[in-house]
Nanobody, 123 residues
Framework: QVQLVESGGRLVQAGGSLRLSCAASGRTFSSYAMGWFRQAPGKEREFVAAISWRASTSYSDSVKGRFTISRDNAKNTVYLQMNSLKPEDTAVYYC?????????????????WGQGTQVTVSS
């Protein structure tokens, strides 16, 4: 069982930056693929970024070049650095985990989810 707790979401102006964190419980964090997803009001949850246990990464086209996913296995934490934020980035951001060596970009592939953290980007 893995518990995930996101933090770092807040109100920020367009063009600004935020770093989201996701702290995971458990001793085998390094064996998990991790992902960030987001859900805006009235929209479906969508993929943002993912990182494998070997630190391979994948990004959605909408955030590529602006967001960076990283992990610190010693701290059982995955990060999402978000730069050049746009109002359309406004959403609840969720962290997810799956014990696998593969890289997963589909939400259905993840076994564990955090409660989410709100990111609001004002224009």
């Amino acid at each position: 069982q893995v518990q995930l707790v996101e933090s770092g979401g807040r109100l920020v102006q367009a063009g600004g930056s935020l770093r989201l964190s996701c702290a995971a419980s458990g001793r085998t964090f390094s064996s998990y693929a991790m992902g960030w997803f987001r859900q805006a009001p009235g929209k479906e949850r969508e993929f943002v970024a993912a990182i494998s246990w070997r630190a391979s990464t994948s990004y959605s086209d909408s955030v590529k070049g602006r967001f960076t996913i990283s992990r610190d296995n010693a701290k059982n934490t995955v990060y999402l650095q978000m730069n050049s934020l746009k109002p359309e980035d406004t959403a609840v951001y969720y962290c997810a985990a799956k014990r696998t060596e593969l890289l997963y970009t589909r939400s259905s592939g993840y076994d564990y989810w955090g409660q989410g953290t709100q990111v609001t980007v004002s224009s």
